[in-house]
């Protein structure tokens, strides 16, 4: 079994993509509050750091990505807006959350409390002013819609375009201790050959462990399955890898019943 050492790198080259991402998406939702694809890069970037950090035992990385993975869900639900104070209280966590992921293993010597502090107050003064006081229109009602099936998953038109749909079935060795951090590299590796259309169990699942030793993801590609399983079997602590072509008629019915 690889020691520990090899579990820290791999979480501070992950830790160090999930926070660029939350960057970026802070950067863009200044000049675009509204914009549901980047509100959902936020939570999904705070969501497997907070995730990743709890495997590792780093508790106040994970507290504080649990908060602001709440407030981005109560935005991806319309209970509530990002203005200018909330962004600011989303730079300052991402600035903590850097230096604590410096050296993840004295996240402790951080006081985060009044941070956190600020951060639920807002989501909860905001929610609970919107659900007084707010019915949802077709419009919002839509735009939920929107937010859940921005989950990794092709369009029918990705799907027509001479593509084919892959059922992929992958094995973790029985030693892996960060099965979350190892299924994470394998749809990012999966998602630059292809798109995924959907996985078993959920990838909330997934990145939550909810699963023993294997996971299965759909993928629709345009490259050959060779590639796809060369490129996962390339990831350590993978025990094996079978692809089969999916019965691609009901690809699409199967998406939309899982992600509603």
């Known amino acids: 079994m690889d020691d520990m050492s090899e579990y820290k790198e791999m979480y501070a080259v992950e830790a160090a993509e999930h926070l660029q991402s939350m960057n970026e998406a802070l950067l863009n939702l200044e000049k675009d509050p509204e914009n549901s694809e980047t509100i959902?890069?936020?939570?999904?970037?705070?969501?497997?750091?907070?995730?990743?950090?709890?495997?590792?035992?780093?508790?106040?990385i994970k507290e504080l990505t649990h908060e602001m993975e709440n407030l981005m869900d109560s935005v991806r639900k319309n209970e509530m807006k990002l203005d200018s104070a909330a962004i600011d209280i989303l730079f300052e966590g991402l600035d903590t959350l850097e230096k604590m992921a410096e050296t993840p293993e004295n996240c402790s010597q951080f006081d985060i409390s009044a941070l956190i502090g600020k951060i639920s107050l807002l989501s909860k003064r905001e929610t609970g002013a919107e659900a007084t006081g707010q019915v949802k229109t077709p419009d919002t009602e839509a735009a939920d819609v929107t937010h859940d099936s921005s989950k990794p998953y092709t369009s029918q038109e990705k799907v027509e375009d001479g593509c084919t749909i892959l059922d992929i079935t992958v094995t973790l060795h029985e030693s892996c201790v960060l099965k979350s951090a190892r299924s994470t590299v394998v749809m990012r590796n999966l998602s630059e050959l292809g798109e995924i259309i959907e996985t078993h169990p959920s990838i909330k699942e997934i990145e939550d462990e909810k699963f023993d030793r294997e996971f299965k993801i759909v993928v629709s590609t345009k490259e050959e399955a060779a590639k796809l399983e060369?490129?996962?079997?390339?990831?350590?602590?993978?025990a094996k890898v079978e692809i089969k072509t999916h019965e691609g008629t009901q690809a699409k019915a199967k998406v939309e019943e899982n992600y509603e």
């Open 40 to 60: 959902n890069v936020m939570f999904r970037a705070a969501h497997t750091l907070k995730g990743m950090s709890a495997t590792m035992g780093y508790t106040n």
């Open 230 to 238: 060369k490129s996962i079997m390339g990831i350590s602590e993978i």
